[in-house]
Protein backbone atom coordinates (compact mmCIF):
# COMPACT_ATOMS: atom_id res chain seq x y z
CA UNK A 1 0.00 0.00 0.00
CA UNK A 2 1.00 3.64 -0.63
CA UNK A 3 1.45 5.38 2.73
CA UNK A 4 0.64 9.01 2.67
CA UNK A 5 3.07 10.96 5.33
CA UNK A 6 2.03 14.78 6.15
CA UNK A 7 4.39 17.18 8.11
CA UNK A 8 4.27 18.79 10.23
CA UNK A 9 1.74 17.56 12.69
CA UNK A 10 0.73 20.81 13.76
CA UNK A 11 1.97 24.46 13.59
CA UNK A 12 0.88 27.83 14.90
CA UNK A 13 1.02 30.57 12.50
CA UNK A 14 -0.15 34.57 13.12
CA UNK A 15 -2.71 35.73 10.63
CA UNK A 16 -0.60 37.26 7.31
CA UNK A 17 2.09 34.90 7.29
CA UNK A 18 2.96 32.33 4.62
CA UNK A 19 2.09 28.53 5.33
CA UNK A 20 3.49 25.74 3.82
CA UNK A 21 2.92 21.95 5.01
CA UNK A 22 3.76 18.66 2.87
CA UNK A 23 2.27 15.57 1.95
CA UNK A 24 5.12 12.72 0.89
CA UNK A 25 3.71 9.85 -0.54
CA UNK A 26 5.56 6.35 -0.11
CA UNK A 27 5.67 5.79 -4.42
CA UNK A 28 4.79 7.95 -7.09
CA UNK A 29 1.33 8.38 -6.93
CA UNK A 30 2.20 11.25 -10.35
CA UNK A 31 0.01 14.54 -9.75
CA UNK A 32 -3.26 12.29 -8.33
CA UNK A 33 -3.42 13.89 -5.10
CA UNK A 34 -5.60 16.33 -3.09
CA UNK A 35 -5.72 18.52 -0.30
CA UNK A 36 -9.12 19.39 1.97
CA UNK A 37 -9.81 21.58 4.94
CA UNK A 38 -11.60 20.59 7.77
CA UNK A 39 -12.59 23.21 10.13
CA UNK A 40 -13.68 21.90 13.63
CA UNK A 41 -17.41 20.35 13.74
CA UNK A 42 -17.66 20.65 9.76
CA UNK A 43 -17.64 18.45 7.30
CA UNK A 44 -13.91 18.43 5.24
CA UNK A 45 -14.08 20.54 2.01
CA UNK A 46 -12.17 20.26 -1.09
CA UNK A 47 -9.35 22.19 -1.93
CA UNK A 48 -6.87 21.73 -4.01
CA UNK A 49 -7.14 17.98 -7.03
CA UNK A 50 -4.81 17.04 -9.34
CA UNK A 51 -1.67 18.14 -7.14
CA UNK A 52 -2.71 22.17 -8.16
CA UNK A 53 -5.76 22.59 -9.17
CA UNK A 54 -7.84 25.07 -7.19
CA UNK A 55 -11.71 23.40 -6.96
CA UNK A 56 -14.48 26.02 -7.12
CA UNK A 57 -14.60 28.82 -5.16
CA UNK A 58 -11.39 28.37 -3.02
CA UNK A 59 -9.40 31.67 -2.15
CA UNK A 60 -6.52 32.06 -4.64
CA UNK A 61 -4.28 32.45 -1.33
CA UNK A 62 -4.18 28.26 -1.25
CA UNK A 63 -1.58 27.03 -4.00
CA UNK A 64 -1.07 23.25 -4.55
CA UNK A 65 2.23 22.13 -5.78
CA UNK A 66 4.69 18.87 -6.25
CA UNK A 67 4.57 15.72 -8.53
CA UNK A 68 5.70 12.05 -7.87
CA UNK A 69 6.19 11.90 -4.11
CA UNK A 70 6.10 15.11 -2.82
CA UNK A 71 3.44 17.67 -2.51
CA UNK A 72 3.03 20.99 -0.64
CA UNK A 73 -0.11 23.20 0.42
CA UNK A 74 0.83 27.09 0.51
CA UNK A 75 -1.38 29.44 2.21
CA UNK A 76 -0.59 32.97 1.51
CA UNK A 77 -1.71 35.77 4.04
CA UNK A 78 -3.36 33.32 6.58
CA UNK A 79 -6.88 34.56 7.71
CA UNK A 80 -8.43 33.68 10.50
CA UNK A 81 -10.59 31.27 9.20
CA UNK A 82 -8.12 29.45 7.92
CA UNK A 83 -7.45 27.13 11.10
CA UNK A 84 -8.22 24.10 10.50
CA UNK A 85 -7.07 20.38 9.70
CA UNK A 86 -5.42 19.98 5.94
CA UNK A 87 -5.83 16.46 4.56
CA UNK A 88 -3.70 15.02 1.91
CA UNK A 89 -5.44 12.71 -0.35
CA UNK A 90 -4.35 9.93 -2.95
CA UNK A 91 -6.66 8.61 -5.14
CA UNK A 92 -9.41 6.63 -3.84
CA UNK A 93 -10.51 3.03 -3.70
CA UNK A 94 -7.47 2.15 -1.96
CA UNK A 95 -6.48 1.90 2.12
CA UNK A 96 -4.61 5.01 3.57
CA UNK A 97 -6.07 6.79 1.40
CA UNK A 98 -5.94 9.94 3.45
CA UNK A 99 -2.78 11.42 5.32
CA UNK A 100 -3.02 11.98 8.97
CA UNK A 101 -3.23 15.42 8.48
CA UNK A 102 -1.96 18.59 10.01
CA UNK A 103 -3.69 21.24 12.01
CA UNK A 104 -2.97 24.51 11.89
CA UNK A 105 -3.98 26.87 14.18
CA UNK A 106 -3.63 30.66 14.89
CA UNK A 107 -1.65 32.56 17.26
CA UNK B 1 -27.55 22.44 -4.81
CA UNK B 2 -26.23 19.40 -4.34
CA UNK B 3 -27.03 18.24 -0.54
CA UNK B 4 -26.78 14.51 1.20
CA UNK B 5 -28.19 13.89 4.52
CA UNK B 6 -26.88 10.58 6.18
CA UNK B 7 -29.00 9.11 9.11
CA UNK B 8 -28.50 5.87 10.66
CA UNK B 9 -26.23 6.42 13.39
CA UNK B 10 -26.53 5.86 17.31
CA UNK B 11 -25.05 3.63 19.88
CA UNK B 12 -24.64 -0.14 19.06
CA UNK B 13 -23.22 -2.81 20.94
CA UNK B 14 -20.40 -4.71 20.18
CA UNK B 15 -21.09 -7.41 17.54
CA UNK B 16 -24.67 -5.97 16.52
CA UNK B 17 -25.70 -4.34 13.43
CA UNK B 18 -26.13 -1.38 11.81
CA UNK B 19 -27.19 0.30 8.53
CA UNK B 20 -26.84 4.09 7.38
CA UNK B 21 -28.57 5.30 4.89
CA UNK B 22 -27.55 8.21 3.05
CA UNK B 23 -30.13 10.51 0.56
CA UNK B 24 -29.10 13.00 -2.29
CA UNK B 25 -30.51 15.84 -3.93
CA UNK B 26 -29.64 18.29 -6.13
CA UNK B 27 -28.33 15.86 -8.72
CA UNK B 28 -28.64 12.90 -11.10
CA UNK B 29 -27.92 10.13 -8.21
CA UNK B 30 -27.96 7.42 -10.84
CA UNK B 31 -24.45 8.83 -12.52
CA UNK B 32 -22.33 9.61 -9.96
CA UNK B 33 -20.51 7.04 -7.79
CA UNK B 34 -21.04 6.92 -4.29
CA UNK B 35 -18.83 6.85 -1.61
CA UNK B 36 -18.54 6.42 2.37
CA UNK B 37 -15.64 7.78 4.80
CA UNK B 38 -15.14 7.68 8.18
CA UNK B 39 -13.63 9.70 11.35
CA UNK B 40 -12.72 7.59 13.96
CA UNK B 41 -13.05 10.90 17.62
CA UNK B 42 -9.79 13.26 16.88
CA UNK B 43 -8.57 11.39 14.63
CA UNK B 44 -7.85 11.09 10.50
CA UNK B 45 -10.04 10.51 7.82
CA UNK B 46 -10.41 6.65 6.34
CA UNK B 47 -12.31 5.79 3.13
CA UNK B 48 -14.68 3.01 4.06
CA UNK B 49 -16.17 1.82 0.67
CA UNK B 50 -17.34 2.85 -2.67
CA UNK B 51 -20.44 1.97 -5.23
CA UNK B 52 -20.81 2.45 -8.97
CA UNK B 53 -23.35 4.20 -10.62
CA UNK B 54 -25.86 0.66 -10.64
CA UNK B 55 -24.51 -0.69 -7.42
CA UNK B 56 -22.84 -3.49 -9.72
CA UNK B 57 -19.06 -2.82 -8.30
CA UNK B 58 -18.39 -2.31 -4.56
CA UNK B 59 -15.28 -1.44 -2.85
CA UNK B 60 -13.60 -1.66 0.89
CA UNK B 61 -10.58 -1.59 2.46
CA UNK B 62 -9.30 -4.51 4.49
CA UNK B 63 -10.56 -3.02 7.67
CA UNK B 64 -13.98 -3.16 7.16
CA UNK B 65 -14.14 -6.18 4.36
CA UNK B 66 -17.04 -8.95 4.48
CA UNK B 67 -18.67 -7.47 7.69
CA UNK B 68 -19.39 -3.53 5.70
CA UNK B 69 -22.06 -3.73 2.56
CA UNK B 70 -22.71 -1.18 0.39
CA UNK B 71 -25.88 -0.47 -1.54
CA UNK B 72 -27.40 2.01 -3.37
CA UNK B 73 -31.69 2.44 -4.45
CA UNK B 74 -31.06 5.15 -7.52
CA UNK B 75 -35.05 5.56 -7.46
CA UNK B 76 -34.99 6.25 -4.10
CA UNK B 77 -31.46 8.72 -4.07
CA UNK B 78 -30.29 6.90 -1.55
CA UNK B 79 -27.26 4.85 -0.61
CA UNK B 80 -26.56 2.76 2.43
CA UNK B 81 -23.96 0.98 4.54
CA UNK B 82 -24.85 -1.78 6.66
CA UNK B 83 -22.49 -2.68 9.39
CA UNK B 84 -22.33 -6.29 10.83
CA UNK B 85 -19.97 -7.59 13.18
CA UNK B 86 -19.43 -4.05 14.56
CA UNK B 87 -16.31 -3.77 16.52
CA UNK B 88 -15.40 -0.78 19.18
CA UNK B 89 -12.77 0.39 16.43
CA UNK B 90 -15.69 1.22 14.24
CA UNK B 91 -16.62 3.96 16.44
CA UNK B 92 -16.61 7.48 14.08
CA UNK B 93 -18.72 9.52 12.34
CA UNK B 94 -19.45 8.50 9.10
CA UNK B 95 -19.23 10.54 5.91
CA UNK B 96 -21.54 9.71 2.36
CA UNK B 97 -19.35 12.05 -0.32
CA UNK B 98 -20.02 12.42 -3.54
CA UNK B 99 -17.24 12.57 -6.15
CA UNK B 100 -16.45 15.49 -8.94
CA UNK B 101 -14.30 13.26 -11.15
CA UNK B 102 -12.42 11.57 -8.77
CA UNK B 103 -11.72 13.24 -6.24
CA UNK B 104 -14.81 13.55 -2.80
CA UNK B 105 -16.17 17.39 -3.98
CA UNK B 106 -19.32 16.72 -1.75
CA UNK B 107 -19.55 15.58 1.83
CA UNK B 108 -22.94 15.11 3.81
CA UNK B 109 -22.74 16.54 7.82
CA UNK B 110 -22.10 12.89 8.97
CA UNK B 111 -23.50 10.66 11.22
CA UNK B 112 -22.04 9.48 14.54
CA UNK B 113 -21.77 5.38 15.19
CA UNK B 114 -20.85 4.31 18.63
CA UNK B 115 -19.82 1.00 19.35
CA UNK B 116 -19.99 -0.09 22.82
CA UNK B 117 -21.43 -2.02 25.42
Known amino acids: NIVMTQSPKSMSISVGDRVTMNCKASQNVYNNIAWYQQKPGQSPKLLIYYASNRYNGVPDRFTGSGYGTDFTLTINSVQAEDAAFYYCQRIYNSPDTFGAGTKLELK | EVQLVETGGGLVQPGRSLKLSCVAS????????MYWIRQAPGKGLEWVSS????????YYPDSVKGRFTISRDNAENTVYLQMNSLRSEDTATYYC??????????WGQGTLVTVSS
Open chain 2, 97 to 106: ARSVGVWFAY
Open chain 2, 51 to 58: INTDGGST
Open chain 2, 26 to 33: GFTFSSYW
